[in-house]
């Protein structure tokens, strides 16, 4: 997913503004991903969303600075989003690999299968296993209720409340002046 351009960013103007303006533009992107990221639950929805939750979060750990402990909150907010949001794809990862398993292994079972059925015996090592892709099979369960525990995680934590405490507290930081620390205090 391409980052969304931010529009009016100029070189000279201060770290502030220019964090203010990459802050509300990776907000709206954020904000706008997640309904359809949440509702469908769909792989490269929520990849989207993990990455703009990943870019919400850096800008806002190298710029906190500037806006003081709202920022923190928004940053810690981002960054729960982007984890669950990842553990999520690591399971479509690995639900992708087990189902190019089980495939392999149906497909090596049908050709011992065609063998046995010419009345000669394959050996060994062109049968496929079956309690292999039994396991197989209990593994891709297993990986489906994880995801769906982590996707009602993150609707929870991401649910319409989060979304507007995750805006109220970014607009806070982007009013709040943090003030330099005074020297030889």
Known sequence: MRARAVAGLAARESLRKG??????????ELLELAPLALAGGEARALH???IAAKRMRYILELTGFCFGEHAEAAAASARAIQELAGAIHDYDLL???????ATDFTRERGQ???????GEVPP????????????LGS???????????L???????FDEDQRSALR???????????RPARQGA
Do not use: K, M, P
């Open 19 to 28: 964090a203010e303006r990459i802050i509300s533009t990776r907000l709206q």
């Open 48 to 50: 989207d969303l993990r």
């Open 95 to 101: 639900l992708e690999r087990i189902g190019a398993h």
């Open 112 to 118: 011992a299968l065609a063998v046995q059925a010419q």
């Open 124 to 135: 060994a090592a062109e049968r496929a296993d079956l309690a292999t892709c039994a396991a």
């Open 139 to 149: 593994l891709a369960i297993e990986c489906q209720a994880q995801r769906a525990l």
């Open 151 to 157: 996707l009602a995680q993150l609707r929870t934590r």
């Open 168 to 178: 109220r507290t970014l607009l806070a930081a982007l009013r709040t002046r943090q």
